[in-house]
């Protein structure tokens, strides 16, 4: 069945840094994908969906230059944390439509801002 | 998309087979009954979908009500690895991959 891939898995930074996070559809084209993310206990959360060849759209409340999305091809989608703060740490989720209709997830990327 | 309403927990003893409601009063025809669950810090699985008829997959079978304001997710025989939060979203399959995911039900399964 279709898959989703993530990477990477875990990733710990420094206060100020920026972290890249990857999703990719690993055996269908996916010209839109989802960006979630999670706090502890609680449920996922939209940002985001990012777009194949043009710009993604952003839930509200969710800053874009910030959160910065990149959808440079039809099996990869990018969510970069710029500048990336404690309160940034989370579980961050993307998703894609693959065969059948059905969404599937990815693994899920731990984030944590030290 | 039409909400949904899911108690936030149950358990289930191992071996049982384990019977997770939602409510849907407000489906529109359109829309299909998808299930998720999320066990703890992965990505949520795709479990199985329906329209109006039942549904059975190797996971779980789903049993939608004639009215379709609910339906009930049925593990059949639940293992401890069954446990994990299961979410229940309505959506119109034509309405692109965005899902919204209410609080779900934590299923406890105990030996």
């Known amino acids: 069945g279709a898959v989703v891939s993530q990477h990477p898995s875990w990733v710990i930074c420094k206060s100020g840094t920026s972290v890249k996070i990857e999703c990719r559809s690993l055996?269908?084209?996916?010209?839109?994908m989802f960006w979630y993310r999670q706090f502890p206990k609680q449920s996922l959360m939209l940002m985001a969906t990012?777009?194949?060849?043009?710009?993604?759209?952003?839930e509200q409340g969710v800053e874009k230059d910030k959160f910065l999305i990149n959808h440079a091809s039809l099996t990869l989608s990018t969510l970069t944390v710029t500048s990336a703060h404690p309160e940034d740490s989370s579980f961050y989720i993307c998703s894609a439509k693959g065969g059948g209709n059905t969404i599937y997830f990815g693994e899920g990327s731990w984030l944590t801002v030290v | 998309d039409a909400k949904t309403t899911q108690p936030p927990s149950m358990d289930c003893a191992e071996g049982r087979a384990a019977n997770l409601p939602c409510n849907h009063s407000t489906i529109s025809g359109n829309e299909y009954v998808y299930w998720y669950r999320q066990i703890h810090s992965q990505g949520p699985q795709y479990i199985i979908h329906g329209l109006k008829n039942n549904e059975t997959n190797e996971m779980a079978s789903l049993i939608i009500t004639e009215d379709r304001k609910s339906s009930t997710l049925i593990l059949p025989h639940a293992t401890l690895r069954d446990t994990a939060v299961y979410y229940c979203?309505?959506?119109?399959?034509?309405?692109?991959?965005?899902?919204?995911f209410g609080g779900g039900t934590r299923l406890m399964v105990k030996p």
């Open positions: 990012s777009n194949e060849g043009s710009k993604a759209t952003y």
């Open positions: 055996d269908f084209q996916a010209t839109t």
């Open positions: 979203i309505v959506i119109t399959k034509d309405a692109g991959n965005m899902l919204t």
